[in-house]
């Protein structure tokens, strides 16, 4: 969840009586070696959403800000 979300739910929260706190995980070498070898096997592939070219970086922005992606989305040089 990016920063932004969590300031406007934080701001929102007194008023819609919600209880917002973040979800803390910290990683651990095994964790990560796991997923290293299930990327390695083949049984985990990244969803590409949409590629821009560097020249439209900021159509690329508002497309994710807007929340319309569903995948990576990758800007190209």
């Known amino acids: ?4 979300r969590w300031l406007r739910w934080g701001l929102a929260s ?3 009586k919600l ?3 973040p979800l803390i995980h910290k990683d651990s070498r095994e964790d990560l070696i796991t997923i290293k070898d299930l990327i390695e096997a ?3 592939t ?3 959403d949409r590629t821009y070219p560097m020249e439209r970086v900021a159509e690329a922005i ?3 800000t807007d929340g ?3 995948g990576q989305v990758v ?3």
Do not use: C, E, N, S
Not at 1 to 4: A, K, T
């Open 1 to 4: 969840m990016g920063v932004d």
């Open 46 to 48: 990244p969803v590409l």
């Open 19 to 21: 209880k917002v706190r």
């Open 68 to 70: 319309h992606a569903r």
């Open 14 to 16: 007194p008023f819609l």
């Open 62 to 64: 508002q497309y994710v």
């Open 75 to 77: 800007i190209t040089t």
């Open 42 to 44: 083949g049984k985990v």
